[in-house]
T-cell receptor
């Protein structure tokens, strides 16, 4: 079945460092791809999305490009802040017998120090 | 404001008791989902519903039950048959119906602890 694999954490960075969190997927059809962020004790918030190949999702300085040829959707940010410390989930959405299914990666914890 | 409301935020259960977690949305979404999250792990799907009066088992449905009598509401009951119920439970909804493939919106979660 469809699946998402993302890099294990924690990822530890200093403030203003460059961030990359890798995400690859397997899918038989044409999924939509998402990055969600989870702060401690809270639910997931949508960070960005891309619905077709070569789309770039962006929000709050974060970016990710839907690469069909490499089945990847890596999350990047040019300069991280302490407030970006959270767990990041890569996810895909696909249609199964006419209905939507969501699949999440295991999450990557990001720790940013001052 | 539109959104998804889960209640309570914290819930304590004694061994052998059933408990029900509430999830209400006012986004007019057709699809609703329940996920379980354990420390340091990803999300595992318990149940999902695409329309009223219909729901499907997810990957870890054993020991759980749901109902979908109203579009806005998708309560989850954790029964005494669930052997390890202590976890963080997340409810989500999406506009997805047939042929639509969109993002999900999440509630703030309920932390269930067995005492």
């Amino acid at each position: 079945g469809d699946s998402v694999t993302q890099m294990e954490g924690p990822v530890t960075l200093s403030e203003e460092a460059f961030l990359t969190i890798n995400c690859t997927y397997t899918a038989t059809g044409y999924p939509s791809l998402f990055w969600y962020v989870q702060y401690p004790g809270e639910g997931l918030q949508l960070l960005l999305k891309a619905t077709k190949a070569d789309d770039k999702g962006s929000n709050k300085g974060f970016e990710a490009t839907y690469r069909k040829e490499t089945t990847s959707f890596h999350l990047e940010k040019g300069s991280v802040q302490v407030s970006d410390s959270a767990v990041y989930f890569c996810a895909l959405s696909y249609m199964n017998t006419g209905f939507q299914k969501l699949v999440f990666g295991t999450g990557t914890r990001l720790l940013v120090s001052p | 404001d539109g959104g998804i409301t889960q209640s309570p935020k914290y819930l304590f259960r004694k061994e052998g008791q059933n408990v029900t977690l509430s999830c209400e949305q006012n986004l007019n979404h057709d699809a609703m989902y329940w996920y379980r999250q354990d420390p340091g792990q990803g999300l595992r799907l318990i149940y999902y519903s695409q329309i009223v009066n219909d729901f499907q088992k997810g990957d870890i449905a054993e020991g759980y039950s749901v109902s979908r009598e109203k579009k806005e509401s998708f309560p989850l009951t954790v029964t005494s048959a669930q052997k390890n119920p202590t976890a963080f439970y997340l409810c989500a909804s999406s506009i997805a119906g047939r042929g639509m493939n969109t993002e999900a919106f999440f509630g703030q979660g309920t932390r269930l602890t067995v005492v």
